[in-house]
């Protein structure tokens, strides 16, 4: 008996270690360097766009770039991936910063400007908040803010120096170490034939093969995103549908802990005499019709935020409902994000 478990002992060995190497080293989702991320920084700070990236902290680069950056925005853009079109270019001659990361709960809205403001990057101007129906959505399941949580803590003066460890981030990102299926996509990675291409590559053009962010930490999304026919298109917005709705699945009824959360937000950044305004990206017509129909928790969203937008005189662009501000099919890349011309579109609606 001895023998056999000192003979599993020596064949594990080998695998243990190869399967910690593997994603320490390949680490396709960059969770153990931050080179990749500082690749990112240092090109927007040559006042460069940076192309050829993917599977990067969209988080720790927000966090980098304020820590580096000198020079403060007129506007900040705090949201998620439906926010990430909005650039300079819809500001004359205004300096933007976009700070959207993807998925972004409030509470990633809430650490992304605790972070500007403990860095003396607060804009000059305005902030404008993306509005998700997940913003107030309890049940969504998004975790990555977690990574960060002490600048959450820090925002409602809680004591940051609790560290849940179970539930933090550094535990989650140590677990990959060990992990089968973090293994697996190693693999894949590691294997791709552009994978040694795959590297921030600097550049002064907007459009590229690949997806691309521009100085203001903007994104422009690959080449055949952005060529897509109808016909593509709505077969995502189909797909869309048919995987389930991304981080409203669950989702009964907002959070009143969030909604206070989120005034309390507001409440901060009036006090520092910034301007608020709020965007609201719509679904694609296809998806908004099942939402409408099944998903209450949406229109009640809606109509919390056009209410507290009056109340406050905040100014909305957009809405969840593409109808509402003329958005149809060509307007979109799939089932939840606008495309260039339809976040045009909406920045430019009265």
Same mark, same amino acid.
């Given at each position: ?5 000192? *003979? ?14 593997? !994603? ?17 920084? +240092?090109?927007?700070?040559?006042? &460069? ?14 966090? #980098?770039? @304020? ?19 909005? !650039?300079?270019?819809?500001?004359? +001659?205004?300096? %933007?910063?976009?700070?959207?990361? =993807? ?21 000059? /101007? #305005? ?26 803590? #820090? ?5 940051? #120096? %609790? ?42 053009? /907007? ?20 060529? @897509? ?5 709505? *077969?995502? @917005? &189909? ?15 907002? =959070? ?11 409440? +901060? ?22 939402? *409408?129909?099944?998903? @209450? ?8 935020? $056009? ?11 957009? $809405? ?13 890349? +799939? ?16």
């Amino acid at each position: 008996m001895t023998k056999i478990i000192l *003979k599993t002992g020596l064949i594990s060995i080998p695998f243990f270690f190869i399967l910690v190497s593997t !994603n320490y080293y390949v680490d396709p989702a960059k969770r153990f360097n931050s080179i990749y991320e500082q690749k990112i920084v +240092d090109i927007f700070l040559r006042g &460069k766009y940076a192309t050829n990236i993917s599977n990067y902290d969209e988080r720790l680069v927000i966090h #980098k770039l @304020a820590q580096q950056r000198t020079k403060k925005a007129d506007i900040l853009i705090l949201g998620s991936s439906r926010s990430m079109l909005i !650039n300079q270019s819809h500001f004359g +001659d205004f300096e %933007v910063f976009n700070g959207s990361v =993807s998925s972004a709960c409030l509470q990633d809205l809430i650490i992304n400007y605790q972070i500007m403001k403990d860095n003396d990057m607060l804009p000059e /101007k #305005k902030i404008i908040l993306g509005i998700d129906p997940w913003t107030f959505n309890d049940n969504n399941n998004e975790k990555r803010w977690k990574w960060n949580e002490s600048k959450y803590n #820090k925002f409602f003066k809680k004591d940051t #120096k %609790v560290i849940r460890l179970i539930e933090s981030n550094t535990f989650s990102k140590y677990h990959e170490l060990i992990s089968l299926s973090y293994f697996q996509s190693s693999i894949r990675y590691f294997f791709k034939t552009d994978v040694l291409l795959y590297f921030p590559t600097e550049t002064s053009v /907007k459009y590229n093969t690949t997806k691309t962010r521009l100085t203001d930490n903007s994104i422009v999304y690959n080449e055949s995103v952005r060529t @897509a026919d109808k016909n593509t298109i709505t *077969k995502k @917005a &189909k797909k869309y549908i048919q995987n389930g709705m991304y981080m409203i699945d669950d989702f009964h009824k907002p =959070s009143v802990t969030l909604v206070k959360q989120f005034e309390t937000l507001i409440l +901060d950044i009036k006090n520092n005499n910034i301007e608020i305004e709020f965007f609201m990206a719509p679904y694609h017509p296809i998806v908004y019709k099942v939402i *409408k129909k099944k998903y @209450a928790s949406v229109i009640k969203v809606e109509n919390y935020i $056009s209410q507290y937008a009056s109340e406050n005189n905040i100014k909305i662009y957009g $809405s969840f409902n593409p109808e509402t501000i003329g958005l149809h099919t060509n307007h979109f890349y +799939d089932g939840m994000h606008c495309n260039e011309n339809g976040i045009k579109q909406i920045l430019s609606f009265e």
